[in-house]
């Protein structure tokens, strides 16, 4: 083994996807020539934080395009069988545990040579240890290429946290990754009212710091007039957004189905149906679509395959030449992939148009919209939902999720809050009723996320309630195709997430934004060295959300791009909502913040008893 990894460094822009194919060509392209008697074939192995990097990123197509032929797990190492006729490509992430899985296999090798890929940095201490076990001199190069994220969309990213006890470090080092895949190294503005980002923006400050000591961030940044921007946001000052039913493609196939890894889960559907916007053509372009824009896009879809399909018929084959028939055979395949994708989104599209109207969404949705938005008057809202609260029709979940949103809206009136409560101890209206954590959170909600939503597009004071008189109104009158106008007539898509104005405040380098949003900032010394005193213009912004993102959130950074092309966004975070996600993960801290509290009453009054005792 040589002595010290090299790391890639390529020039990137704030494309996830170019990442993963520069990536991609490093991981895999064939340093052995066609005429050479060498090894082509090789096997992957991968442990269980880089499956998933591989997986949503690659086909298996792409995988024995570029000869390998096998995929093996590293955890299972001590099982795996002895090929030494195959090549090996070790990729997978420097924890303790994978080195130490890499070193067993080290010593009692299962293949013919290695070479070794981690997704972050190895430590001078991980490099000795394989060094030493690497006695057969099997391992023929060493290279981090920095990855330790998962890609979902170009422009969204996720990272994995373990619930152990570094984690603000591991998150550290996953940004790091990123940062330098993207050859980015930022200025780092956080919101100061959170002590968890406060932390987490001081090791990542750290970080570039000390990795500037071994020319990791050295070389970043060449090509731009002005520093990037990593700004770092925390989920409780916007506890509303997830909460909002959302009317784009995407993102409503995770409110009502979920999606995991890019994968969906459906009942029809023996496999799990993938979403890639690199290898599905129609969810790339209607991923953002509103509902109503959707179904118009899918008819034409299946319009376009049945024209195709048309001219190329058996009727059609007996007047064509040989030349003809040939061309139109070599298409069946494709006809065959393009007839399983329609398959596929019919499949979600009905299954989506089946959870509207099992849930009544297109009610729920509309009071949704008319409270935070300040579409009517507070005595006409409370009536609606005092009607919905009386529906055996509508979902415990979604009553509890209006509810939340009448209280932030109308945070003063408790009178109010405490007559809705009492609708849910009624089993024939509301079945199930409530646990103790949704009353307890419906409670408090007030309290532990005192958060009033800044931008809610409230200019439009029409009933919009008076649209449900008629019955049979079609769903592109309901959206009226405004799919990508900030300033949207859609009654269903009035309410703009408060990420939106925090980053108009940035891209117009108002002077205001670092007050108005309580924003901190913090330099590296690199950064520093490099522009001298920076200024409020912004270029790059890379966006992480602490405790979660909403594919809304993601949809709105794709048409903030769109609507400015000077400006480069990306956006990520450590797991992606739903309101169910967000409304259990809610749960849990209004116990844990119950719990803190009675130990520290129950610490008090031992404390007392035994002063009373001596």
Partial sequence: MNGNPSALKTKMTLNLSKVSETYFNKLFETKVSPQSTEIKAR??????????????SYTQSQLLQNDIVLVEMIENQSNLNVMKHLNCIVYIKPTQESIK???KELKSPHFNKYELFTNNTLNKNQLEGLAEADEFEAISQVLEIFQDYLIVNNNLFTINISSGQNTIMEESNSLASLLLSLKKCPIIKYESNSIELKKLSSEILYNINSNSNNNLFEDLNKNSDVPPILLLLDRKNDPI???????????????????????????ESEEPIILSESQDPFFKQS?????GDLTDKFQEYVEEYKKQTKQSSIENLKTQNLSELKKVLTRFPEFKKLSNNILKHLNLISELDTQISRQSLWEVSELQQTIICNLENQQVIRTRLLEILDKATISTENKIKLVLIYSVKFSQNDNDLAVFLNKFHDPTITNPVPTVSQMSLMKNFNKQFNKTPISTNNNNSNNIGKIFNNKKISINSLFNNSTNNSTTNNIYMQYIPKLNELLNELINQSQNHSNQFHLSTLVPDIVTKQYGNVGDSVQDIII????????EESRLI????????KINLIIGSDTI????RWLNKMYDDINETHTNQTNTADHGLRTKQLRDIL
């Fill in 287 to 291: 991923m953002y679509l509103n509902y």
């Fill in 43 to 56: 096997v992957l192995l991968v442990d269980k934080h880089t499956t998933p990097i591989i997986s949503m």
């Fill in 544 to 551: 992480y959300i602490k405790g979660g993102i909403t594919y």
């Fill in 241 to 267: 957004t997830p909460l909002i039913l959302p009317w784009t493609y995407q993102s409503m196939i995770h409110e009502l189905i979920g999606i995991n890894k890019n994968m969906v889960e459906l009942a």
């Fill in 101 to 103: 899985n890499l070193i």
């Fill in 577 to 580: 909502l739903n309101s169910e």
């Fill in 558 to 565: 794709h048409d903030l791009s769109l609507s400015n092309n």
